[in-house]
């Protein structure tokens, strides 16, 4: 025990020593947590669409104020050629054509029936299916509203009509923060912890005293220890910080429990930072160290969950994400802070984050060889 704390107090005076990694440590935390969730916006808008209107009647400019008053829309062109609608999707100024066809709104008198035309501009896959499904969305609600209009109670009797009460459970507002602030906490927490401790033992080898090291009589789960603990401490310090962003910046207060929230913590740090000194032992360099551990860190947490929905990966990718620690946290983030979940609801994502910790420190304990 005396010899760890020895380990200790040097770690801690290396950190302290260097003032510019401690604020990096301290304010990078808040200042993408102040930034990210206010630029992650899943709900797409602005999206500009050229209307080419051959009919110019009563119905096709309702039709186009309805488009254009909805506010995801932004009308880019309204013009009767379309080769000059499509000049502005080639040039990608545009993201939507509406072409309207001539005698649009007689046929919808006489026929019941008409036909619109919508070319996507498919560069931009999401922005385009969403840009299209809000299109067809208008398009249908004007068309019940004609529909409506033109029947005749009266004569055909009452009109009968569905209506629809939704609730949003959990996030009832749906506010899109209240789901990425969770999530980026997460993502933050795993950077931090992951590449400091991915630094340490090679910072070691290339300054020369990991050889003054390797001649005491220190075990190696004693030095493994003295490089884990201080940024176990700097995680939760960070993890904290993120908190209190959260509650006094977005007031964002968590449903359920904060001390399972940090009891989940520690464990996940205790996992991310056995990745970090594996990757250490392994590496001969801080470049390749660095280089290594954002190959991982960037798989992690694209496969995460936090950008792309896991129910919606293939089904090769989901069975990866079983073996991601940044999939479990960012879950537990989102099922305490939000929906109030309870250890019951998570103690499957604690075993699964243990266990991990377990075998990455392990194997880094192992692999760490004491040579001079």
């Known amino acids: 025990m005396r010899t760890l704390l020895f380990l200790l107090r040097k770690e801690f005076r290396q950190i302290f020593r260097n003032v510019t990694i401690l604020r990096m440590i301290l304010l990078m935390p808040v200042m993408q947590l102040l930034i990210l969730p206010n630029a992650a916006n899943f709900e797409v808008k602005n999206i500009t669409v050229c209307i080419v209107d051959h009919d110019h009647s009563v119905g096709s400019q309702r039709l186009v104020t309805s488009i254009t008053a909805s506010g995801y829309f932004k009308l880019a062109l309204a013009t009767p050629s379309y080769r000059d609608a499509m000049q502005l999707i080639e040039a ?40 299209a499904a809000y299109l067809n969305t208008i398009i249908t609600q004007y068309n019940a509203q004609l529909r409506t209009q033109w029947i005749q109670p009266t004569r055909f009797g009452p009109v009968s009509q569905i209506e629809i009460s939704a609730l949003n459970k959990f996030n009832p507002y749906l506010n899109y923060k209240v789901y990425m602030v969770p999530g980026i906490m997460a ?39 003295g490089k884990l603990i201080p940024f176990w401490v700097l995680g939760l310090v960070v993890f904290t910080i993120g908190l209190l962003v959260m509650r006094f910046v977005y007031g964002i207060v968590p449903e359920g429990s904060v001390f399972l929230l940090y009891g989940f913590a520690v464990v996940y740090i205790f996992s991310v930072l056995g990745m ?19 190959f991982f860190i960037m798989i992690f947490i694209m496969l995460g969950g936090l950008f792309t929905s896991i129910d919606s990966m293939p089904a090769w990718a989901q069975v990866i994400t079983r073996f991601n620690p940044v999939r479990y946290f960012i879950e537990v983030m989102r099922m305490v802070v939000i929906r109030g979940s309870t250890f019951d609801d998570i103690k499957m994502h604690f075993l ?19 040579t001079s």
């Open 276 to 294: 970090g000194l594996l990757v250490s032992t392994y590496a001969e360099t801080q470049q390749q160290a660095m280089f290594v551990a954002f």
């Open 92 to 131: 990608d100024k545009a993201d939507l054509i509406l072409e309207i066809p001539n005698g649009f709104d007689r046929n919808l008198v006489r026929d019941n029936k008409q036909t619109l035309f919508i070319a996507v501009n498919a560069i931009n896959g999401v922005k385009a299916n969403l840009g």
């Open 352 to 370: 699964a984050v243990i266990g991990m910790g377990i075998v990455l420190n392990g194997w880094a304990v192992l692999n760490y060889r004491k």
């Open 187 to 225: 993502f933050l927490v795993t950077m931090v912890a992951a590449y400091l401790s991915a630094l340490n033992i090679v910072k070691e080898k290339e300054s020369g005293t990991i050889e003054q090291i390797n001649v005491t009589p220190i075990r190696k789960y004693q030095f493994i220890l």
